[in-house]
Nanobody, 121 residues
Framework: HVQLVESGGGSVQAGGSLRLSCAAS????????MGWFRQAPGKEREWVAH???????AVADSLKGRFTISSDDAKNTVHLQMSSLKPEDTSMYYC????????????????WGQGTQVTVS
């Protein structure tokens, strides 16, 4: 069965950096779009970034310049590098996988990880 396991979350001071990782198993990684979303309490799940083999990575406009998504295809792992973190980045961050195509709508995604908490103070 498909598993997405996130790691790398934690607490950091404003201006700091974190690198999230998501290890995928049970799927043909190269055929999936891999994405990151985040959700703060009381708010809707928000698209952060996505990447697909042979495709251009995409990052939400509001996060460009601070967040970068990358993929290690040999390890079936997608990373989210976050820098210059702000308190408003505090959220639960989720990894997701979608067959064949990417989307910024969380409702379109097929599989989800359990989430990793990022807290910026």
């Amino acid at each position: 069965h498909v598993q997405l396991v996130e790691s790398g979350g934690g607490s950091v001071q404003a201006g700091g950096s974190l690198r999230l990782s998501c290890a995928a198993s049970g799927l043909t990684y190269s055929r999936y779009c891999m994405g990151w979303f985040r959700q703060a309490p009381g708010k809707e799940r928000e698209w952060v970034a996505h990447i697909i083999s042979d495709g251009r990575p995409a990052v939400a406009d509001s996060l460009k310049g601070r967040f970068t998504i990358s993929s290690d295809d040999a390890k079936n792992t997608v990373h989210l590098q976050m820098s210059s973190l702000k308190p408003e980045d505090t959220s639960m961050y989720y990894c997701a996988a979608r067959w064949s195509r990417c989307s910024s709508d969380w409702r379109d995604w097929d599989y989800w990880g359990q989430g990793t908490q990022v807290t910026v103070s």
